[in-house]
């Protein structure tokens, strides 16, 4: 009983091992090795046509990986592919080309049947090719499911971070991006990229606010909200623009409301369309907080609730500050704090002067 347990397990390995393991193929062979900077890269004759992006392997034994770059055509029914080697390997011409899959034979020629376990390299991950000035050159284009206004950090072969690129000029292998600064840190090719997100430029969404305001000597004191009408209400659109490098601008479609009344006295304001320029730091991530400035049209009075009143109305600039939370999703949400404090003023030998922090909540959709 226990031989018979013991062959079942055996038997039971041996088909699991089989389900799970990689089958590899000899495919072709290295024909050429040569450095680029300091990236290693690799000519290989095929057999056979195979996708771009695809990972082989370079000796069935240590299992070098090589990214199949740009095909180059047939010569003697062979395809020739260059392909980029992210080890500081040796490599010697003739080496053997090795893919995870399948032969097959078609009806008119030989194709290779990919394993669920071939890797196509997705743009997470690349390397600089090239640098010249702010212009930085990466081995990821549209193949690789590369968009406009991705961005990608650059660390050199130690990790050590050097700064970030926004991509403009997409290939189909690869693509052009931008340095958002410039860095006293050469960027060099072999150094590596890795996909932080895509800067999405325009948001449209919903807001409100509320205020924690204080009116000095309105009624002779702070107010005390709990013996008084109150009211202090704001909803609208949230229009929400991202720029290159952090910048922005967001601009609310409504105001800001507040009141405080008396049986004989009152206090009203009006925050009109304000309009935010901000400046993200740790752009881009979950969670950035930024800072800049609004203006918008202000409307504050004072008076009596029978009587004359003195108002003050201008264009108000404020400081601003906030967070915005998952930056390069389709939805974003953000915090915000405006602070307004007016004038003094005086009314019928009353001063008082407006002061308030006024936070909003809003919720944008992205693209």
Not at 38 to 67: F, H, M, N, S
Not at 200 to 207: A, C, D, Q
Not at 234 to 246: A, D, E, R, Y
Not at 343 to 353: T, W
Request: proline share 2%; aromatic share 14%.
């Amino acid at each position: 009983m226990r031989k018979v347990f013991l062959l079942i397990l055996i038997f039971s390995f041996c088909w699991l091992e089989k389900c799970f393991s990689a089958t590899l193929t000899e495919i072709g062979k290295v024909s050429g090795v040569y450095r680029r900077g300091k990236g290693l890269i690799v000519t290989v004759e095929l057999e056979l046509k195979l996708p771009i992006g695809l990972v082989v392997y370079i000796d069935k034994d240590r299992q070098i990986p090589a990214i199949l770059g740009d095909h180059h055509g047939i010569e003697q029914n062979k395809h020739i592919y260059e392909g980029t080697v992210a080890k500081q390997v040796e490599i010697a011409t003739g080496e053997k080309v090795y893919a995870v899959g399948e032969k097959k034979q078609g009806t008119t020629e030989v194709y290779l049947k990919l394993d669920r376990k071939a890797l196509f390299v997705p743009k997470k991950e690349g390397h600089v090719l090239a640098s010249y000035g702010r212009q930085v050159h990466i081995d990821r284009g549209s193949l690789h499911e590369v968009r406009e206004r991705d961005i990608y950090a650059i660390y050199d072969s130690s990790g050590k971070y050097k700064g970030k690129i926004e991509l403009a000029g997409i290939g189909d292998h690869q693509a052009i991006g931008k340095l958002y600064t410039d860095t006293k840190k050469e960027i060099g090719p072999g150094d590596t990229v890795k996909y932080l997100g895509q800067r999405r430029f325009f948001g449209l969404g919903v807001y409100g606010s509320v205020d924690m305001n204080s009116v000095v000597n309105v009624f002779g004191s702070i107010v005390d909200k709990s013996e008084k009408r109150v009211e202090a209400r704001s909803g609208g659109l949230l229009w929400w623009w991202t720029f290159t490098n952090g910048w922005g601008i967001n601009w609310i479609w409504m105001s800001h409301h507040s009141s405080l009344e008396t049986e004989k006295k009152y206090f009203k304001m009006n925050y009109w369309f304000p309009l935010t320029i901000r400046k993200h730091f740790f752009y881009p991530s979950w969670i950035s907080p930024y800072i800049g400035c609004s203006f918008g049209w202000l409307e504050v009075g004072f008076g009596e609730q029978f009587g004359g009143a003195k108002w003050y109305k201008n264009i108000f600039l404020s400081p601003t500050t906030g967070l915005e939370l998952f930056q390069t999703k389709l939805f974003h949400v953000s915090f915000n704090a405006n602070y307004i404090t007016a004038p003094e003023m005086e009314h019928s030998d009353e001063k008082f002067q407006y002061s308030v922090w006024i936070v909003s909540f809003g919720i944008t959709t992205n693209w």
